[in-house]
């Protein structure tokens, strides 16, 4: 009778630190789905805003209001109001002052043109008030067009969409079994599940612990 008790605990034992950790499991699955999910909208809203303002640089714009005495500040808000809805351009006058010797007074010694691609204009303007020592160059980032030294940006990164369907799923149910027989899931009323290894274990050490089951050696 003790031996049978203490098989009866084993199996409760085993039971509950298995629920609890299943739950640890599902309760860690919904966390990862729920900033899955985040990460998915941010990656989408991030490539969306980098896709219109792409498409906005395809814009043919009139930039003859461009002159070789205007000034670089100047000359970005010209390119800013080229299209509509207006671009969001920062410049890094500081990277400019310290790595190109450009301030936002220095002129661009470009003429304008009109029936222009506003990405050439934009070229074309970074290119003309750029040194031999330091190149000016831009990136979009998060919908924003960032200016400063080609050395100072960040390298160009391409955003790419994953499928993730399977780590956004409802978390698996799971389920407990013991095998047949006075501990196994005739006793606890349990079906088979994805730890039937728990359950063979004890039913293993049960055969051979209680005489006259079919786990007892033969001589």
Known sequence: MSMKK?????AIT?????CSWCMSEAKNQKSFAAAAQR???HIISSTQNYINVSRQLTKIVDLSALKLHTTFDQAIEILRHSAKPSLNIIVLWRDLRENALIEQDTPIFMQGVSGIQLSKGLELLLRAV???????????DGGVIVIATKDSLPVRMVARIYDIRDLTAPPANYRFALPAGPFGAGAFGLSQSPIGAFGRALGTYRSAAVPGRSGRRSN
């Open 39 to 41: 990460g998915q909208r």
């Open 130 to 140: 750029s040194s031999r020592s330091s190149e000016l160059g831009y990136v979009i």
């Open 6 to 10: 203490s098989v009866i605990l084993t």
């Open 14 to 18: 085993l039971i509950i630190f298995s």
